[in-house]
């Protein structure tokens, strides 16, 4: 049986793909390689997976209803999907907010009914995110806290697609399980991230924008820890056809610029730093409690940021040729 996973082509979608593959499972791929960040890195992702043998990629855009209604009729011995696809980043929300309507409430709807309309479906798990917990300043952030106060459409989007999720797991006994992401970071990282752009800019000597004077915490979490927090989900579906949310986070919150000072060391470059005031859309910390996540996935992440940082440099270095 085979794994559906969408999203192949990003940065967490290709780092499980590459896990499952290497544990012998046959992974279904779906992307729309859109432009949102340089989809030559995409295609350089894509082309890694591809020389696995388990390997299959369908270039299809989750948004598409009729698309994936006739791509789903024609699928055969998928008994879990893995729906990481998404339209990622606060502040591209507020310039293109049908993007995030389209992808990830449109996107989301779509799986569950290509989801429960597989009989032989043991799971399906997707990702959210940590800005669900908006405005919310009860540290460290809880899946039992109240989410009802996003503060991006970013935000709103991934929270509806938690509702719809449980919504979904009631009426057609789907087990299902959401994940909510907290600041990923590590080789084939995204471009419009925090680390990626750091690393960019002062490897170019050109200044770094940090937003709020840099009284900014945030819960790093290396890419090697995610995708085991990810692989412990989908091989654990809930009981009796439930739902269930889980925080996958380092469970460290730390100073950012704690974390520009690494990106510093590795590079052997010193940042010349742009303060700011803060971002809309933006909170001035993030702190997982991974209580639920230790005791039902028995997740335990590894990966400081004093390990993680000089990884994700050492590819970003390879990856630019520097």
Same mark, same amino acid.
């Given at each position: 049986?085979?794994?559906?996973?969408?999203?192949?082509?990003?940065?967490?979608?290709?780092?499980?793909?590459?896990?499952?593959?290497?544990?012998? !499972?046959?992974?279904?791929?779906?992307?729309?390689?859109?432009? $949102? $960040?340089?989809?030559?890195?995409? !295609?350089?992702?894509?082309?890694?997976?591809?020389?696995?043998?388990?390997?299959?990629?369908?270039?299809?855009?989750?948004?598409?209803? !009729?698309?994936?209604?006739?791509?789903?009729?024609?699928?055969?011995?998928?008994?879990?999907?893995?729906?990481?696809?998404? %339209?990622?980043?606060?502040?591209?929300?507020?310039?293109?907010?049908?993007?995030?309507?389209?992808?990830?409430?449109?996107? %989301?709807?779509?799986?569950?009914?290509?989801?429960?309309?597989?009989?032989?479906?043991?799971?399906?798990?997707?990702?959210?995110?940590?800005?669900? $917990?908006?405005?919310?300043?009860?540290?460290?952030?809880?899946?039992?806290?109240?989410?009802?106060?996003?503060?991006?459409?970013?935000?709103?989007? *991934?929270?509806?697609?938690?509702?719809?999720?449980?919504?979904?797991?009631?009426?057609?006994?789907?087990?299902?399980?959401?994940?909510?992401?907290?600041?990923?970071?590590?080789?084939?990282?995204?471009?419009?991230?925090?680390?990626?752009?750091?690393? *960019?800019?002062?490897?170019?000597?050109?200044?770094?924008?940090?937003?709020?004077?840099?009284?900014?915490?945030?819960?790093?979490?290396?890419?090697?820890?995610?995708?085991?927090?990810?692989?412990?989900?989908?091989?654990?579906?809930?009981?009796?056809?439930?739902?269930?949310?889980?925080?996958?986070?380092?469970?460290?919150?730390?100073?950012?610029?704690?974390?520009? !000072?690494?990106?510093?060391?590795?590079?052997?470059?010193?940042?010349?730093?742009?303060? %700011?005031?803060? %971002?809309?859309?933006?909170?001035?910390?993030?702190?997982?409690?991974?209580?639920?996540?230790?005791?039902?996935?028995?997740?335990?992440?590894?990966?400081?940021?004093? *390990?993680?940082?000089?990884?994700?440099?050492?590819?970003?270095?390879?990856?630019?040729?520097?």
């Amino acid at each position: 049986m085979a794994i559906l996973l969408t999203g192949a082509a990003g940065f967490i979608g290709f780092h499980v793909a590459t896990a499952l593959l290497k544990r012998g !499972e046959d992974v279904i791929g779906i992307d729309n390689l859109n432009p $949102y $960040y340089d989809v030559k890195l995409k !295609e350089a992702r894509l082309a890694e997976l591809e020389k696995a043998a388990g390997f299959t990629f369908h270039k299809l855009d989750v948004a598409d209803g !009729e698309a994936m209604a006739a791509f789903g009729a024609g699928l055969r011995n998928v008994d879990r999907i893995l729906h990481l696809a998404a %339209q990622a980043g606060v502040r591209y929300s507020f310039e293109n907010p049908e993007a995030y309507i389209a992808s990830n409430v449109d996107g %989301q709807l779509n799986l569950l009914e290509l989801a429960r309309r597989i009989g032989s479906l043991k799971h399906f798990v997707y990702a959210s995110s940590s800005s669900v $917990y908006g405005g919310n300043t009860k540290l460290p952030f809880s899946v039992r806290d109240a989410v009802e106060k996003p503060i991006s459409l970013y935000a709103a989007t *991934k929270r509806a697609g938690e509702l719809m999720a449980v919504t979904y797991s009631h009426l057609h006994n789907l087990p299902a399980t959401g994940l909510r992401f907290f600041t990923v970071y590590g080789p084939w990282g995204r471009p419009d991230m925090s680390a990626y752009i750091f690393a *960019k800019l002062i490897s170019e000597g050109k200044p770094i924008p940090v937003f709020n004077n840099g009284e900014m915490m945030r819960d790093f979490t290396f890419i090697d820890d995610i995708v085991a927090g990810v692989l412990a989900a989908i091989d654990r579906p809930p009981p009796e056809a439930g739902h269930r949310l889980y925080n996958l986070g380092n469970h460290r919150s730390e100073p950012l610029m704690r974390f520009i !000072e690494l990106i510093e060391t590795a590079l052997g470059r010193k940042a010349e730093i742009d303060f %700011q005031p803060m %971002q809309r859309g933006d909170v001035k910390e993030t702190y997982a409690d991974i209580t639920e996540s230790e005791r039902d996935l028995d997740f335990h992440p590894r990966t400081t940021i004093d *390990k993680g940082v000089p990884r994700f440099i050492a590819w970003f270095r390879d990856y630019h040729g520097l």
